[in-house]
């Protein structure tokens, strides 16, 4: 039997129809969300740090679809390694041998990760996050989980436990029985786990939302914490990791920070095949899995599939051979500079910072009279506003995509592909410091459109 299945031809046909799909058979609010904002453009392709519309015109990525696309699009290593795989034929999945692809990803991995000696392979962010909290409550034998507030570590029923932000949390309850610290504050640490029911505390060295770095010796001094009481040190590493944050690791740039186990996932994937994984230490997977009886206690379907391990191994090979991490660290530093720089020049523009490239730019209430009493009118109709009309003329007028870092902040956060230099630098500032002047201009566009966004924001309460 013949099968005529084309998709190219598929898209042709029907990829006009795209925004109209998602409003009838998705999620109904991203269409409409995305109109509202001026977002609904029609992308074409994409390679390295850019993408390019219907029309032909270049957009600059500073967003790498949420951390995926660490190596940017389409990168050629990562897709001859892709096709290699396929055209390979291997017996995937058959769930009773021991394949090659996975130890060689976890050898390359744990590589790079010294105090861990294991890898559990699965899809997604949120999946190793739910490995890492089963692994931490069975090998403790405790059931709590302390976390940040303001934290993010996943959607799935036991990472959103330890989520800190209440948006996600809300109307999802009962959850499990875990605990929220403020990201820096010994003394609520101390004072749960004195209480001895604590099996973990999970946190992210820089968190994603507000891009909030750990204070300085806070990881070191929550570790010496969480062994005197038994308890682990669970670092989600999940944006951060990979050289993001201009060390292979986030918790890296604190001297003596081993955690017990470490969550990545997103730029592993090379933006192609969903992967995610866990790395502990030995004595915690060898109790998990302590006898032949709890071989597959904890598995998953599709972890470990051959596409995702050779897409793994190749991004692996990209940053070790293309010094990826030297260049984030690099072009990070040069980034956040060029922007610190304008703080002293922009009255709404307050703080610049991050590390490598994942990068905060905070917004505050200006000091002059006119702006003061704009600002105003937008927080009195929702907080993040401002944060949102800088975001859009940034992708309309200057065609570069960036993010508000979480809801009602006025942060923006940059975490572009790890592959830009200077070029892409000169481009984001010179967008950025157009969009500063107009808004400290008065110029009616900004404002007007600062207008709409009030209307909306008051319509919808």
């Known amino acids: 039997m013949s099968n005529e299945f084309d998709l190219t031809k598929?898209?042709?046909e029907r990829g006009g129809e795209r925004y109209g799909l998602?409003?009838?058979?998705?999620?109904?609010?991203?269409?409409r969300m995305l109109r509202t904002i001026g977002f609904d453009k029609v992308y074409e392709r994409g390679e390295g740090a850019h993408f390019w519309d219907e029309e032909g015109n270049d957009y600059l990525d500073m967003l790498s679809g949420f951390g995926v696309m660490g190596l940017g699009r389409n990168h050629p290593v990562v897709r001859k390694a892709l096709h290699d795989v396929l055209d390979a034929s291997l017996a995937d999945l058959t769930r009773f041998d021991c394949p090659p692809l996975p130890g060689l990803l976890a050898e390359k991995l744990l590589a790079h990760s010294p105090h861990l000696d294991r890898a559990f392979f699965c899809n997604s962010g949120t999946e190793a996050v739910e490995t890492a909290l089963k692994f931490a409550r069975y090998a403790t034998g405790r059931p709590r989980i302390l976390y940040c507030g303001h934290a993010f570590h996943g959607l799935t029923a036991g990472s959103l436990s330890v989520n800190g932000e209440a948006g996600f949390r809300d109307g999802f309850a009962p959850l499990l029985p875990d605990t929220a610290v403020e990201l820096g504050d010994l003394a609520a640490l101390e004072r749960e786990l004195a209480r001895g029911d604590v099996a973990g505390f999970v946190v992210e060295p820089i968190q994603g939302k507000g891009v909030h770095e750990a204070p300085p010796g806070f990881l070191s001094a929550a570790q010496e914490l969480l062994r005197r009481h038994g308890a682990l040190l669970i670092a989600d590493e999940v944006q951060t990791g990979l050289g993001r944050t201009g060390d292979f690791y986030a918790h890296q740039h604190?001297?003596?920070?081993?955690?017990?186990?470490?969550?990545?996932?997103?730029?592993?994937s090379g933006g192609y095949v969903p992967v995610g994984a866990t790395l502990g230490k030995d004595w915690i997977f060898k109790k998990v899995y302590s006898s032949m009886d709890r071989v597959l206690v904890h598995s998953a379907s599709f972890g470990?599939?051959?596409?995702?391990?050779a897409a793994g191994l190749a991004v692996l090979s990209v940053v070790e051979d293309e010094q990826v991490v030297a260049n984030?660290?690099?072009?990070?530093?040069?980034?956040?500079?060029?922007?610190?720089?304008?703080v002293g020049r922009y009255e709404l523009l307050h703080e610049v910072r991050g590390r490598g490239l994942m990068i905060g730019i905070e917004f505050g209430r200006p000091s002059s009279l006119k702006l003061r009493s704009r600002w105003t009118m937008l927080q009195a109709a929702r907080k993040g506003l401002f944060a949102q009309m800088v975001v859009v003329p940034l992708l309309q007028r200057h065609r570069i995509l960036t993010q508000v870092s979480g809801d009602r902040l006025e942060v923006i956060k940059l975490i572009p592909p790890l592959i830009i230099g200077e070029p892409e630098v000169d481009r984001f500032v010179e967008a950025f410091t157009a969009v500063m002047d107009d808004a400290h201009g008065g110029s009616g566009l900004m404002w007007d459109f600062g207008r709409t966004l009030v209307k909306q924001a008051v319509a919808g309460r």
């Open 254 to 268: 604190e001297d003596g920070v081993e955690p017990d186990l470490v969550c990545v996932a997103k730029a592993l």
């Open 328 to 342: 984030a660290r690099a072009t990070g530093d040069l980034l956040r500079t060029r922007l610190a720089a304008l």
């Open 10 to 12: 598929l898209l042709a």
């Open 304 to 309: 470990s599939n051959a596409q995702a391990m």
């Open 22 to 31: 998602h409003s009838r058979y998705l999620n109904h609010q991203l269409p």
